[in-house]
Structure formats: C-alpha cells, structure tokens
C-alpha cells in the first residue's frame, strides 16, 4: 500500500494558482501524486465539483472551443482544462491543439538537446515544447533517441548546441577552448 503524504500549504497554493492552467498529468509529475489524490484535494479545496453540465455549457464548448481552444473556454466554465477536453470528446469535438500536430524540425532539434540533459525530464521538455510527456518519449524513441536522459560532459552538450546553431559567444570561446 502506498504510504500517504500530507499535503502542506506549498502544495495547497502550488494546486490552487495551477488547477486551471495545467492538466491533472500535469500536476501530477509537479507534485509527485497520483491522479487521484490529486483530484480528491482539489474538490477538498473547492476548485474541483462534481457538477453536471448544462446546456448552455455544452453550447459554449460546441461553439467556442474549436475558435477559442481549451483554455479559454475552462477558464470561462471555471472547469479543470482536463474536464472541458473530456466534455468535448465525448460530444465528439475534436480538439486541435499543438498535441496532435505534427513535430517541426525546429521542435526535433530541441528534443535532441533536451532529451540529453540529465536535469531535465520528459514532462519537463513536453512543458517547454507544448507537448505531451508521452508524446515527447514516442517521438523521442522514433527518432532512435533515448527515451530517458543520458548524462553527457559540458563538451558534449556544447558541440550538440552548436551542431544547431544555437550557442552563445560565451559558450563557443568555451568551446574552441575545449577543443
């Protein structure tokens, strides 16, 4: 059985300022909690309820959401951003967001240089990025890159950054010393 930690008022503020700008997935790798806990603390909190959706909450998201996007129309319904893409789901709306799309050269090449600092994890890059965490493993591992951070020495990571184009003065006087 899992052991069970207090929540603490850092958690309750971190919950309450995040509950409508992140996804539950989200706060879950935030504050290292399961779905659950998390969910039964909002609602202890007030800012999750269990409430049906009205008409006029159906209407908005059917009409709004595609335009407006996810954010908007939680913040408006004052709903968990995870409830109104559920809603939207099941009334068969199909959400277009920057997670279904296609990844661009510019996010592959990130990828490459995120997936190789050993400090930064996957839901981390997918913050970054817009994305998914499980989204970033999948291209990750199409890619053929590792799908967890391979620790790499400073030369390593500055010869990455500059195969990209993306070093600063310092960095590249660094560089050529190393070199």
Same mark, same amino acid.
């Given at each position: ?108 090449? =990130? #990828? $490459?240089?995120? @997936?190789? +600092?050993?400090? !930064? *994890? ?9 994305? /998914? ?23 390593? =990571? #500055? $010869?990455?950054? @500059?195969? +990209?184009?993306? !070093? *600063? ?9 190393? /070199?």
């Amino acid at each position: 059985m899992a052991k069970h930690i207090p929540w603490t008022p850092d958690d309750d503020k971190y919950l309450a300022n995040n509950w409508d700008q992140k996804l539950v997935r989200d706060l879950e790798t935030d504050l290292g909690r399961t779905k659950g806990s998390i969910l039964r603390r909002a609602r202890a909190l007030g800012l999750a309820k269990k409430s049906e959706w009205s008409f006029e909450d159906e209407e908005f998201i059917r009409h709004l959401l595609p335009e407006y996007g996810v954010e908007y129309c939680a913040r408006h319904l004052k709903r968990s951003m995870e409830s109104v893409r559920v809603k939207a789901k099941r009334m068969g709306i199909r959400i277009s967001s920057k997670y279904h799309n296609d990844y661009t050269q510019e996010e592959d090449a =990130l #990828l $490459r240089v995120i @997936s190789k +600092l050993p400090s !930064l *994890t996957f839901a981390q890059a997918a913050h970054i990025l817009g994305r /998914s965490p499980e989204g970033m493993r999948k291209r990750a591992k199409s890619l053929g890159m590792p799908t967890k951070a391979d620790y790499l020495t400073a030369s390593d =990571l #500055l $010869r990455e950054k @500059s195969s +990209l184009g993306i !070093l *600063t003065s310092g960095e590249l006087e660094l560089l050529e010393t190393l /070199s």
